[in-house]
Nanobody, 125 residues
Framework: VQLQASGGGLVQPGGSLALSCVVS????????IAWLRQAPGKSREGVSC????????YYADSVKGRFTISRDYAKNAVYLQMSSLKPGDTAVYYC???????????????????WGQGTLVTVSS
């Protein structure tokens, strides 16, 4: 099983960026796919998640209304569209496969089944 995250970069405050996570080895219905991030000097936190079968979406309060998670079965990929970005969104973003979305929003996320590599998002003028 592999998760390949991409799409990070430098963006100005107020700008937008889209992250992609291409999943191989499992179907999108088999796991919930989550985006997590770790900012410098901070603990890793769950940002958003889309459940396996139902496709229910979840967001951290800090990104609600600004980030949108979606998936594409044809590409076996999950996306995170980020808008109205703030300097506080600067972090390494990871995608991960979890048995259910609740696992992505607990401290240290011990229930993650598979991790993707990180992609750096820098929000700065």
């Amino acid at each position: 099983v592999q998760l390949q995250a991409s799409g990070g970069g430098l963006v100005q405050p107020g700008g937008s960026l889209a992250l992609s996570c291409v999943v191989s080895g499992v179907a999108l219905d088999d796991y919930a796919i989550a985006w997590l991030r770790q900012a410098p000097g901070k603990s890793r936190e769950g940002v958003s998640c889309i459940s396996g079968t139902e496709g229910t979406t979840y967001y951290a309060d800090s990104v609600k209304g600004r980030f949108t998670i979606s998936r594409d079965y044809a590409k076996n990929a999950v996306y995170l569209q980020m808008s109205s970005l703030k300097p506080g969104d600067t972090a390494v973003y990871y995608c991960a496969a979890v048995p259910f979305c609740g696992k992505a929003f607990v401290r240290d996320q011990p229930g993650v089944a598979y991790w993707g590599q990180g992609t750096l998002v820098t929000v700065s003028s």
